[in-house]
């Protein structure tokens, strides 16, 4: 990311995300992912790891608050989950399309003469098995994301109550890679590489220098979007194990939310115009690339129907769009709270408005999330 002298410079969207349309379909799909010949991802994360000597347990209260919280908090993915039921991802499939969510997603749009016009009944198992592989691979790669990021928090963030909670969300993140790696293992039929655009993300997250902006790209956009998009999942899905599973999972992801807000809040405050209106770039990059990744790009690819004509087919409903608008609900009053929103200009506004997603600015944000602030695991509370 380049530095701006003056807050009112004008950046354009082509600059920002490499594109003046954000609905161009034609460059989202031309970003493909590229995996490494030896099978391993390096990124430079550029960060100075910084000691503090101030050991002041509480000096900020609402994270040692939270800290205390995490602790207690804890469950265990290998013993806590019913791991012995069986998962019959035909049957899901069947039961998604029954459910008036799903018939929304396709109902209302014809398919004749487009690519999905000579599906039949195999193709669109096999579509939404895959979908199901692609949709919980996607949200283990995040996770590993979110670990290797908070790991980097632990190291970079100058106070010693926000160390301490970042270690907490370290073992919490390494939970969460591991559970969503075994139901795949073991209750799926195969996995999907990282996504493109979600690749590209998680990549910019941990280079940034910055020690805020490693909190703003994964606490606050990747972590708010994963919270509203396991909350959907869990509301839709009749499988039992996978429902607990992110049920448990989100109770973990509302503290996180909250540790992004609760650190940044202060912050921000410090910052002059021109740093605001960089970070203000960097959460709307976040943001369409979060967009990007939700077009089942790796789906249409295995199932051998160009991405963007099958989007195009599927854009021509609005509940489609609808569902994806949503996913932001966790994300737009959580940046208000932080004073994005309205910094520089109210530049960011005007972009979140551009995505249609402003809609959501008064919506409950992460510190008003009960969970955050229960005590107990998922476990002992009886979460269900
Ligand atoms: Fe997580
Ligand atoms: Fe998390």
Request: aromatic share 10%.
């Amino acid at each position: 990311m380049t530095t701006i002298d003056e807050p009112t410079e004008m950046r354009s969207n082509t600059d920002l995300i490499g594109r003046e349309d954000i609905n161009d379909l034609e460059t989202i799909f031309s970003v493909v992912g590229a995996q490494e010949a030896d099978g391993r991802h390096r990124v430079k994360d550029n960060c100075e790891a910084e000691f503090t000597w101030d050991y002041t347990k509480g000096a900020r209260p609402k994270l040692d608050k939270l800290y205390e919280k995490a602790k207690r908090g804890q469950w265990n993915g290998q013993t806590d989950l019913p791991w012995e039921t069986p998962v019959d991802q035909e049957a899901l499939v069947i039961a998604a399309a029954e459910s008036p969510q799903e018939q929304n997603r396709w109902g209302n749009t014809s398919l004749e003469g487009t690519v999905l016009e000579k599906w039949g009944d195999k193709e669109w198992m096999q579509f939404g098995i895959e979908q199901q592989n692609w949709m919980l691979s996607q949200f283990m790669h995040g996770e590993q994301g979110a670990l290797l990021c908070t790991a980097k928090i632990v190291e970079t963030v100058p106070w010693i109550d926000a160390k301490y909670y970042a270690a907490t969300q370290v073992v919490d993140e390494a939970r969460h890679v591991e559970v969503f790696s075994k139901y795949l293992d073991e209750k799926l039929s195969g996995h999907y590489p990282v996504n493109a655009h979600l690749g590209l993300l998680l990549d910019d997250i941990i280079a940034d220098s910055r020690w805020d902006m490693t909190y703003l790209g994964m606490q606050i956009m990747v972590e708010g979007l994963a919270l509203a998009a396991f909350g959907f999942m869990h509301a839709l899905t009749p499988e039992p194990l996978l429902k607990k599973l992110l049920r448990y999972v989100m109770a973990d992801e509302a503290r996180h939310v909250a540790f992004g807000v609760l650190s940044l809040q202060d912050y921000y405050q410090e910052l002059s115009a021109a740093e605001l209106r960089e970070r203000q770039e960097f959460a709307f990059e976040a943001a369409v690339r979060m967009r990007d990744r939700m077009q089942l790009q790796e789906v249409w690819e295995r199932m051998g129907v160009p991405a963007k004509d099958a989007i195009s087919v599927i854009r021509q409903g609005p509940e489609r769009d609808e569902f994806q608008i949503l996913l932001f609900s966790k994300i737009v009053p959580n940046v208000k709270k932080l004073g994005l929103l309205d910094a520089a200009d109210g530049w960011l506004r005007k972009k979140f408005t551009e995505l249609g997603v402003i809609e959501f600015e008064d919506w409950a944000d992460a510190t008003e999330e009960a969970d955050a602030f229960a005590d107990g695991s998922p476990a002992e509370r009886g979460v269900a």
